[in-house]
């Protein structure tokens, strides 16, 4: 047998090592793909030498294994986490661990999360905000950011930040550039809104910057930035658990995160 015939019968195999992948915000089962040594050797590579990137590859392999049936602007952080978790445990013949340092005493320790702890169907990814100002009522739906507007963003951040680089004369614009990108990157998490009852129809499907622009017009009163970032921080917490260090018995929360399946 050549080398290419052994490629023939092993496409005509792909589709038939399926494994189903529960999309946690939907509740949604979809057919995943085993990893293939090439990913493993690629998520090894891409962690080494570029972690700038490393975001957006664990991004792109979801939608490879899931023959792009995960659609990115739907699913949030939450999900992905939940989904690497899946892949990881499939494609892994141990246990799936996850190394850990107390904040404390730096004692490093292993845990074993559960499906439990991490396929979480219950979690409300949203809520609703009312506000009148001067007779005028305002209703905002605030929800997790997706993972194209978490990738939108990191290019957002990128770009703002290397353009206030090169201006070096003044190192506080650089940061400024910073704040108004995350400061952005928070309205970014309103799904709707409706002024006197009336919901704006064409807000989500308006461009990223077209919204920002419109969001930047309203009486700042409205969104509340530090009470989004509460919103999100809250949600993660959900997503860890407490932890007790076996070593000193200090007490923290740790939140599970995509790069921590791998790794
Ligand atoms: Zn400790």
Redesign the pocket.
Known sequence: MKISDARNILNENKGKHLYDVIIPSTGNKVPFRPMTVGHHKSIAKMAINDEANFDKFLCALILELSDEQVGMAKINELDKIAILYQVKQYNSSEPLKVNLT?P????EFMIVPTDKDMIKTDIELSYIKTKEIEGVKFEVCIGMPSIQDNMFYADFCEVRAKKFENDKDDESLSKLGIFIASYEMYLMCIRSISINGKIIDDFLDASVEERISFLDELSEGLIVVSEISDFMNKKYKEYGYEMA?P????KFDNVFTAEGFFF
């Open positions: 107390c404390e005493c730096e004692h260090c070593s000193c018995k200090y």
